[in-house]
Structures are given as C-alpha cells and as structure tokens.
C-alpha cells in the first residue's frame, strides 16, 4: 500500500559541517585540494539526504559544482547542506562551502554545488521520498527554480544514452 508521505521543511535535515585546512589538506598552491573540498560536500549533502528520507541513499549526480574562491592553509570551511526539492524517490541538495579567517572573523562563500540523491528501499531499488517545505528566502527561491535543474539533468542523461 502506497501511503501519501507527509511533508518536511528544508531545517529538518539542514546539516553543517566544520573543518580546520591543514597543510596536508592543501596542493602546491597552498590551497585545498578540489577533490578534497568535493569529498566533504558529497558526506554532507548524504547526511542531509538520509535526515530527510530517514532511508539510505546515493548520490546519483552532482551539477553546477562552481569553485568561487581558494580555501587557504589556517581558514576553517563550514559546509552546510539543505534538501531544496523532491521528485518521486529523488532529492536536490544545495552544498555551500564557506572559508572564515578565525583570526579577523572575514567569511566568503568558496564553492556551491547541487547534488541528486536517490533513496533506497529495503530492496535496495529507489522508493517514494517525503516532499520538502521549503522556509527561508534562499531555500524557496532554489526550490522554485529546482524543476528546471531537473529537466536539465534529465536532458543530460537522455543526451548521454543516445550517444551526443
């Protein structure tokens, strides 16, 4: 029996993560590795994703991944996660990474990503996901505009199996 799912708002899966850059975190520029930055935003966007579905998840794509600023040796990141919408057994998050200098308390957004997760049954095939209420300005304004992402990914995915 399929039961309608009752919906969330975005602040109940909201996730935040904080992190101190050491050198080991950082390439030959003295700035942090890509691959690493991606790393953290991928476990946040799946811990908000499992917070909201209360089930297990994959990433099933990650789009507009737009590095805006370094992440020096000393600063801290905070990455924080919100579910901006849901489709069927799918959920966008948007994955934002701050720097702050702790010493002079300066803050800049450094990378911002969308990322698509799937949520699993006990079957391990995907099932119905609960829809997202979203509250905050910035979290209605990514939900409204979450359908044409969608449809972009879809087109990517369909462009990808003929073969352009």
Request: charged share 25%; hydrophobic share 40%; with cysteine.
């Amino acid at each position: 029996m399929d039961m309608e799912l009752e919906s969330k708002p975005a602040s109940a899966s909201r996730s935040t993560m904080v992190q101190l850059i050491f050198p080991s975190d950082t390439n030959y520029h003295g700035t942090m590795f890509g691959g690493k930055v991606m790393e953290y935003m991928d476990k946040i966007a799946a811990i908000t994703s499992m917070r909201h579905a209360r089930k297990p998840v994959v990433t099933a794509s990650t789009d507009s991944l737009d590095f805006v600023a370094p992440i020096r040796i000393g600063e801290v990141i905070e990455v924080g996660a919100f579910v901006t919408w849901t489709h069927k057994s799918s959920m966008e998050v948007f994955v934002k990474v701050e720097t702050e200098n702790v010493y002079t308390g300066e803050r800049k957004t450094a990378v911002t990503a969308f990322f698509t997760f799937v949520s699993l049954g006990e079957d391990g095939k995907p099932c119905k996901v609960t829809p997202v209420i979203p509250e905050t300005e910035e979290e209605k304004a990514l939900n409204a505009s979450a359908p044409t992402r969608y449809a972009l990914r879809m087109q990517r995915k369909r462009d990808r199996q003929i073969g352009h």
